[in-house]
């Protein structure tokens, strides 16, 4: 099984600063086929269903603010928000698609 | 735009068999592809699997094999997962999401409300 290791647990960022959290996979997740790497990001609030931010690693979701970017290839990417709001308190997560099972990093908590 | 719409919270006993169903609005189950992904309390995300209707086929995670059942029901546009000999560690929220493409190698863009499942004699 891919792991995928999210880093840092937990962050604390002031209102309009940078927040960034990073994903290591054990393996690369990059498809020479087609040159996407299968790696999402979601957000998830307390007591709701995790938010689709970000696919193919980088491809941000239809209606997510830009302030979400990814990047990053092969073993390692990055969720950055550039501008934090109050509204990005939450638990987020990376995801590999690559090869199964899916799996997902265990979350990183952003708070102010 | 596709909703999810779950069922609602169960309490089982070990040993015993649960049925989860989502029922998809907004959009027919064939043109989709569907997950269950389950969360303990305070924990990550757990991937099960996923089936794509259209195709029949489904796929599970080998940690589920023997005990996981995923089904569809095109003419009520349901899906359902079927989890057998459950103990206390499949206590969890428990997610149907559905592909970004009709395909199980993608992200999940639409979510289900999460139905929890309790394990407890």
């Known amino acids: 099984d891919i792991v995928m290791t999210q880093s840092p647990d937990s962050l604390a960022v002031s209102l309009g600063e940078r927040a960034t959290i990073n994903c290591k996979a054990s393996?690369?997740?990059?498809?020479?086929?087609?040159?996407?790497?299968?790696v999402a990001w979601y957000q998830q609030k307390p007591g709701q269903p995790p938010k689709l931010l970000i696919y193919?690693?980088?491809t941000r979701e239809s209606g997510v603010p830009d302030r979400f970017s990814g990047s990053g290839s092969g073993t390692d990417f990055t969720l950055t928000i550039s501008s934090l709001q109050a509204e990005d308190v939450a638990v987020y997560f990376c995801?590999?698609?690559?090869?199964?099972?899916?799996?997902f990093g265990l979350g990183t908590k952003v708070e102010i | 735009q596709v909703q999810l719409e779950q069922s609602g919270a169960e309490v089982k006993k070990p040993g015993s068999s649960v049925r989860v169903s989502c029922k998809a609005s907004?959009?027919?189950?064939?043109?989709?592809?569907f997950t269950w992904v389950r969360q303990a309390p305070g924990q990550g995300l757990e991937w099960m699997g996923g089936?794509?209707?259209?195709?029949?086929?489904?796929n599970y995670a080998q940690k589920f094999q023997g005990r996981l059942t995923m089904t569809a029901d095109e003419s009520t546009s349901t899906t359902y997962m079927e989890l057998s000999s459950l103990t206390s560690e499949d206590t969890a929220v428990y997610y149907c999401?559905?592909?970004?493409?009709?395909?199980?190698?993608?992200?999940?863009?639409?979510w289900g409300q999460g139905t929890l499942v309790t394990v407890s004699s």
């Open positions: 999401a559905k592909y970004v493409r009709t395909t199980l190698y993608d992200a999940f863009d639409i």
């Open positions: 995801h590999q698609y690559f090869s199964f099972p899916h799996t």
């Open positions: 193919w690693a980088s």
């Open positions: 089936i794509i209707p259209i195709y029949g086929t489904a």
């Open positions: 393996q690369s997740v990059l498809y020479s086929s087609n040159n996407k790497n299968y």
């Open positions: 907004g959009g027919t189950l064939s043109s989709h592809a």
